[in-house]
């Protein structure tokens, strides 16, 4: 991983560390992501959870064990009722008839990964033609002026977004940017794909919606979607997530990461009916399930620890004055202090940061002129003389990134100052 570190302000919802990266193996943005890491094109981001006032959640959802709500179902059906037509319904009985077998089948059980493709175009019966020709395919993450005409009408019409801020520049950025290298991982799972795809949905030939997604050894992570506004009626969210849920189990990965969850946000609470979902502690980093007792735990505090909370009953907080006069003074002040001092959760320690990562022997990239230098960090000038705590030196710097990504990627990691 190559990146630079700093610490940044997000009005409202506190405070973030950020870095740049160049370049990014999937198995590393996948640990990264496991220690509650998001991307925008090439920027990483972690969210510092215990200090904002809506802490962004990390969730993934084991799609072995995925199980359809009714209104998931009812959302599926609908579609592929509005895409082959009720005349071709009616042909296609005649036609094409049901065993007494399939017909009971049909009725006692949903089959998931039949109905996500029962409206494609190389998946219908024919005769008769459907009413439309409907296709989804897995393409490279590149900008053409088809995709970022989708862009641009979702941003103004669905998002609600100034026109002005809209840009071919900006699409290329957030959407068609991405450090992650194009590579293949294989297994006894079989062979698959990892990197950043765009995931196209044409019906009768017309791009109508994108989904915006990484491929890593394990997981399908949810970057982004965007869809035309003359399909707003559609529930094409839940119906993305779904069709990405079925791509996530037909080609071998185990978790879809559906992204952030925001618990206080109305629009994200749909990521919940995705069962059985999985929310990853802020603290330990281990993953515990999205049941009644986590979503009520959620209702009553800001922000959520279970493994805090087990430790010593203070996983947990209520939203109160103190609370938010809290969030204010850190984020007044937080230029001048230490990361260290702020007390992000899920951030490794000075004495962690001692005992699991070789600070000394991380490389740093440097340049003149004519040429780059690739160096241990204990070969720059000053290094011996500074601590990790010590803001804005070369080894603070250093020691805050490697605080937030965790040993495994610390120890491997070059740190470009080029």
Known sequence: MEAVGERTILKPYGFAYFAAAEQLKAEDYQRLINRGWRR???????????????????????????K???????????????????EYQTKVAKIHPQSRQEKRRTRNEFDFEETIHEAEASHVKRPPEPEHAFSV????????????????????????????????????????????????????RGRRKTGSFHQCYRLDGRLFAIGVIDLLPDVVSAVYFIYHSDFEDWSMGKLSALRETALTKELGYKYYNMGFYIHSCKKMRYKAEFKPQYVLDPESYTWDAMDDKMMKMLDDANYVSVS??????????????????????????????????????????????????????????????????????????????????DVGSLKGIIAELAACTGPVVANEMIVSFA
């Open 137 to 188: 395919e897995l393409d490279s993450n590149d900008f053409t002026e088809e995709k970022y005409a989708v862009f641009e009408n979702y941003q103004r019409t669905v998002h609600k977004e100034d026109p002005s801020k809209t840009s071919r520049k900006s699409f290329k950025r957030f959407l068609c940017t991405s450090p992650i290298a194009t590579d293949f991982v294989e297994d006894d």
């Open 68 to 86: 359809t709500s009714k209104s998931q179902r009812q959302a599926l059906h609908r579609w592929n009722r509005f895409v082959l037509g009720d």
């Open 308 to 389: 805090a909370a087990r430790r010593n009953a203070t996983g947990y907080s209520n939203p109160t004055e103190d609370k938010h006069d809290e969030i204010e003074t850190l984020m007044n002040n937080v230029e001048r202090r230490s990361l260290f001092d702020l007390h992000m959760a899920g951030v490794l320690s000075p004495e962690d940061l001692k005992d699991q990562v070789d600070l000394d022997n991380i490389k740093a990239l440097f340049s003149s002129s004519q040429e780059h230098f690739l160096v241990p960090c204990s070969a720059t000038r000053s290094w011996k003389d500074n601590e990790p705590t």
């Open 40 to 66: 925008s094109g090439d920027t990483l981001y972690k969210p510092d959870q215990k200090h904002s006032c809506c802490p962004h959640y990390t969730i993934r959802l084991p799609v072995v064990d995925f």
